[in-house]
């Protein structure tokens, strides 16, 4: 494979989720043990948004990371890649950070954030991929 670049920003994103995850595996551990709750939130919110900070991460990382790789190996832009694998970082903190904050009713600037910078983040590194897969990008 030849002309192949190591990707050191996917790389290096995928290091960071990957400790941001276990973070927040331990919190939610720690909540079960505070709360004594073994599965579910038993009601607690606190520990409901333990959890929930801990899956909105899994369900959002391994797209973004699969999305951010196929991105830099299709060469749609040095700069896409470059840019947008530091801000989801920083966006999956923020909601976390967000969620762990308690605002009253509705959402929070962290949490919006977050929320909407992983959206756009997806419609982007998405819309590269399907520009890439049309035959005359490739």
Same mark, same amino acid.
Request: charged share 10%; with cysteine; aromatic share 6%.
């Given at each position: 494979?030849?002309?192949?670049?190591?990707? $050191?920003?996917?790389?290096?994103? &995928?290091?960071?989720?990957?400790?941001?995850?276990?973070?927040?595996?331990?919190?939610?551990? &720690?909540?079960?043990?505070?709360?004594?709750?073994?599965?579910?939130?038993?009601?607690?919110? &606190?520990?409901?948004?333990?959890?929930?900070?801990?899956?909105? /991460?899994?369900?959002? &990382?391994?797209?973004?990371?699969?999305? /951010?790789?196929?991105?830099?190996?299709?060469?749609?832009?040095?700069?896409? *890649?470059?840019?947008?694998?530091?801000?989801?970082?920083?966006?999956?903190?923020?909601?976390?950070?967000?969620?762990?904050?308690?605002?009253?009713?509705?959402?929070?600037?962290?949490?919006?954030?977050? $929320?909407?910078?992983? !959206? /756009?983040?997806?419609?982007?590194?998405?819309? !590269?991929?399907?520009? *890439?897969?049309?035959?005359?990008?490739?």
């Amino acid at each position: 494979m030849q002309g192949l670049s190591f990707p $050191a920003v996917t790389a290096a994103t &995928a290091g960071a989720l990957g400790i941001l995850h276990v973070v927040l595996v331990l919190l939610v551990s &720690a909540g079960r043990v505070k709360f004594n709750t073994g599965l579910g939130d038993g009601g607690n919110e &606190a520990l409901s948004r333990r959890i929930r900070m801990h899956g909105n /991460l899994t369900e959002n &990382a391994s797209l973004l990371l699969i999305l /951010l790789g196929i991105v830099k190996f299709s060469r749609v832009s040095p700069y896409l *890649v470059t840019i947008l694998g530091p801000l989801i970082v920083v966006f999956r903190l923020c909601h976390a950070y967000g969620l762990s904050m308690h605002f009253g009713p509705g959402s929070n600037g962290f949490r919006a954030i977050g $929320a909407g910078g992983t !959206a /756009l983040a997806i419609i982007v590194l998405s819309a !590269a991929c399907l520009i *890439v897969a049309v035959p005359p990008f490739r």
